[in-house]
């Protein structure tokens, strides 16, 4: 009732002369929330330039079915995946590729074959843990060819790239995976933790139940699982941890040998499973050595029940998407509540997401050959060239730098490489074979030839040289783009030129304000807090003055500041600065590197350009989703990264007429731009 009060208040006229009491979000209402925005709200540039672009969009925005969240990158990405559905289902395409992203889509959406299949062989590898007695033959499972393909480990490995020389793979052991994913949510349960424990408890419930236990020997596994989870949650870092700006030295120099292991770990024998596994390289590093201690310390009889419970939850929560129909519904249904999203997204996405996933490589391909021209690669080329020559203006017109500093970043920029839509050069695929339900194959047969197809490339890469044409596994088909510190490499990627961002066919000022300011943005990380620990070649290593550095921080510290005092619920919470400030620094040096650009183009149409900004940002989603991000999330809300970023610029006061007494109005000494 109240709220029917509130709304006709809005409808009635208020909204004209007394908006500003109306909500208590500040300066601006956060307009991204679902719903949030009265159709009667309707504020001019100078009051909230995000929403005066946005209003019409957002008033008639709806939530696809199984998303939290719409806007310019979703809709781009709906077009992108209706592209790429297309891909997998043309019988007319020929060749390898085509075939393998044919058979995987179609083995994927074949429910009656799943059905029949049903939980047969999850069982079987659950059983393998059951059947454990002793912490010697746990051991022996961690060495077994079983757990590396269809189990799950205490202590894993991925490989990576070396962090004092990145044309080297190195192999990366980072600590236990944890249900609830942070380990401060083990001391300290927030809602957001909450909601995950009751998605993930959810798929584990069901599965164990699937699998024949019975409701009191599910609880123990939960509980016991848990029990495991609380005792070395304790010696992990925490979220907040892993993303301060500290963090990267915290966890990528530590390099370690198996004997260095061996003598951290000398009960729990992890040296003795990597060599079991053939894991093992001269280039190893320990994200946190505290966490190994700890485990060492655990792995005793008193826990061995409660590592058997974590490893049969997880491989029995982990069959909940590739089993049969009625778990994926289940799946999806939990989903859902954790979200706060209403209606699932048709099957044909979901296998499109699949194959996605698990095909990358030859998926970009065929996508790349049909979709993306050689003149798009150009283009793109030539505005992250001129970016450059911007950035170098910049850096050499920053008077606090000293010349050391200045000297090494102008340097960096010069390296850096640009990777623009997709690589030169191709994983080979042609030794992968997937067969169509006719030949027998089946998506179980499927998933385990693509897991021995991963492990091959993973043996085939260590202790080897990175061979960087190839992109690694990054991904060239999603709205997104991305700076690699470790690479000193910027990727625009295939997924994201068109729609809002790229067209060929419009005016400049809106590419640039569309995929420019991607661009921009990127580049700007190679400078910030974690590009300032990686030098040219990509290699862990400080390269700013100290004194440079404090002055860098200084500069946040104010920008920090600034975002702290923002208010971004209805409720009145705070904003969390510290958590957005590296992404807000790059959204605004993006800005003011097409800027630059602007300044030196002729009858540049500055407000074609603010516009075509504020459009990719237009966004809306549900609260749960909203209040996720705030937590986790280190890009500031939509909204925020229109407003609080054209505010720092004099060319948008301009173009707006904006003067003191607006909301969009910040006086000169107040701006808090870094560069
Ligand atoms: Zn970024």
Redesign the pocket.
Known sequence: MNKLILTALFALGLAKSGFAFEFSERPWLNSNILGRVSPDYSPTAREDFYLSVNHDWIKNAKLKPGYAANGSFYELEYELDANLRGLMTDKSLTGHDAELVRNLYALWLDWPSRNTAGITELKKHVDEVEKIKSLDELTEYFKSEECRLHGCFIAGFSIGYDNEDSSFYNIEIPATALMLRDSAEYKNLTPNGERIKKMRSGFATFMLKKLGYDDDAIKKILDQSFEFENAIADSMMTHDEKESPDALKKMYENPVTLEKLRELSPVFPFADILTAHKVFSDRMNLQEPAWLKALNDLYADSQLENIKAYLIRNIASGGITTTDEESYREYQKLVNERYGINESAPDVELAADFVHGNLLTPLTKIYVEKFISDETKQDVTEIINEAISYYREMLTKEDWLSESTRAKAIEKLDTIKPRVAYPDKWRDYSTLEIGTKESGETLRSALDKLSKFSWDYFYSRLNGRVDREMWGDSDAIIVNSYYDPSLNEIFIIAGILSGDFYNSKRPREENLGGIGMVIG??LS?AFDTNGAQFDKNGSLQDWWTKEDYKKFQARADRLINYLSNMKVTPEGQKYNGTLVQT?TI?DMAGIKAMLGIAAKSKDFDYEKFFRAYAKIWRSVQTRENIDSRLKTDVHALPYIRVNAIVQQFEEFHKTYGVTSGDAMYLAPDDRVAVW
Request: aromatic residues 0%.
């Open positions: 943005h990127e990380h992404e790059a």
